[in-house]
């Protein structure tokens, strides 16, 4: 094989990969609906076009993931906001959050005053180590935040006996899962609420958006004026040209409405989540098989009752010996050069975001709190590399490729040990 494509080399494939975001007439045919139909937002007048839009993603939210209530919200931060301030969690609350994820995860918790606990996770996995979280937990503690992380869904057995047994809400953060299963339920439906991400990355997406979803219709209704700005859908169909939203009583609120667009982007793209998810699944079993021929790789485990992941992206392990020494965003720019698409580095242990550790804002009481050093989030930010979840909207040609590219960029790996005054 020829050098690297990072050195000059010829690259392993120069094909188009799919774009992420994807557009379906269906998707257009229903923007355009919203945009003559005179309402754009759930605090918009009543037309005679029937129910907004921001309820008919909400049912068809709910019944998709097997719940009785959906609270659409502008985004996964403000889901999580929601759901916690829903939960009667504030300031000087603590809130468990696992070291590798989305800094929102714990901005979210700082953001309504309480205290982010960062705690690691299960270096096979990725995602919270149940045992870390019960070393964490103190006097304050209010909710354990799961989160499904890539391609996995957290171990739910161990955090709910965890949550049982300190009389502790567990918030499933389902921002990278929508749509995967676990012991005959939907991730996101097991634990106390479950919130979602609808940002543009997220395999179910109107741009920007979110959601959250329970069970419990007093926790819903809270959700519901939380992020309405403390009002609620009337009972009764409101007359045309009316508002369909009322007070509902005392109590601190904010406007986290998606608008109408967005909610219908989402009704249309829920429809094709089902067969994504599953095309999805079925490339990178194919691209894990391939992996395994070549060695040297490992995969991110799964909890078990696991029935199904989402894959938002593929984390793949490098355990070859050829890898040490070299960093894994190296090698990601040495596969994005033979690929021709972004291959990337997971996140860096929580408390590592500039965000969280730019000093203290005046509008903040708090700042998060790390107990134990996150050993497990460090190595699994240095030692993985990621595959988006669009590269899988392809064929097992595609796969083969991406294998290609792994075994090239191992078996030229000596050539990209930093050479001496090169930043490594
Ligand atoms: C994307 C994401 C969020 C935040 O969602 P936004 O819509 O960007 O606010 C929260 N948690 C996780 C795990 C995410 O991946």
């Not at 957290?154 to 012991?183: F, P, S």
């Not at 959700?223 to 700005?229: A, F, M, P, S, V």
């Not at 089902?274 to 894990?288: G, I």
């Not at 804002?361 to 240095?382: D, G, I």
Request: net charge negative; proline share 6%; with cysteine.
């Amino acid at each position: 094989m020829s050098r690297l494509a990072l050195h000059g080399g010829t690259s392993v494939c120069s094909r188009p990969w799919p774009k992420w975001p994807q557009s379906t007439a269906k998707t257009e045919r229903a923007l355009m609906a919203v945009m003559r139909s005179g309402r754009w937002s759930v605090s918009g007048l009543e037309t005679d076009d029937g129910p907004a839009f921001d309820s008919r993603f909400a049912e068809a939210f709910a019944r998709y993931n097997g719940v009785n209530f959906c609270v659409p919200t502008a985004n996964g931060t403000s889901a999580l906001m929601c759901a916690m301030q829903a939960l009667g969690i504030g300031a000087g609350d603590e809130v468990i959050v696992p070291g590798l994820t989305w800094v929102a995860c714990a901005s979210a918790v700082l953001a309504i005053n309480a205290v982010p606990v960062i705690v690691d996770i299960d270096p096979l996995s990725l995602c919270l180590s149940p045992g870390a979280v019960e070393a964490a937990i103190g006097p304050r503690t209010r909710a354990i935040m799961a989160v499904h992380l890539y391609n996995a869904v957290a171990d739910l057995d161990g955090l709910l006996a965890l949550a049982q047994k300190h009389g502790l809400d567990l918030i499933e953060d389902c921002a990278q899962a929508h749509g995967a299963r676990w012991r005959g339920q939907r991730v996101g439906s097991v634990g106390k609420v479950g919130t979602f991400s609808m940002q543009n990355g997220k395999v179910l997406t109107s741009g920007e958006g979110g959601a959250c979803i329970c069970d419990d219709p007093q926790l819903a209704r809270r959700i519901y004026r939380l992020r309405t700005d403390g009002r609620r859908l009337r009972c009764e169909p409101a007359p045309l040209g009316h508002m369909s939203l009322e007070e509902d009583g005392p109590g601190f609120a904010q406007n986290a409405c998606l608008s109408e667009l967005q909610a219908a982007v989402l009704l249309s793209r829920l429809e094709d989540l089902d067969l994504e998810n599953t095309q999805r699944a079925l490339q990178a079993k194919a691209l894990r098989s391939h992996l395994e021929e070549v060695g040297g790789f490992g995969f991110q485990h799964t909890a078990p009752g696991t029935e199904a992941t989402t894959l938002y992206h593929f984390p793949v392990r490098l355990e070859a010996p050829e890898f040490d020494g070299i960093s894994a965003a190296r090698i990601g720019e040495a596969l994005s050069a033979e690929l021709g698409c972004w291959v990337h580095t997971p996140y860096p242990p929580l408390e590592e975001f500039p965000l969280l550790a730019s000093g203290y804002s005046p509008r903040l009481l708090t700042s998060p709190r790390v107990p134990e050093p996150l050993l497990h989030a460090r190595a699994a930010h240095q030692r993985h590399v990621v595959l988006a979840h669009w590269l899988f909207l392809t064929d097992s040609d595609a796969m083969a490729q991406i294998a290609d590219a792994f075994a090239k960029v191992k078996q030229h790996a000596a050539s990209l040990h930093a050479r001496q005054g090169e930043r490594p």
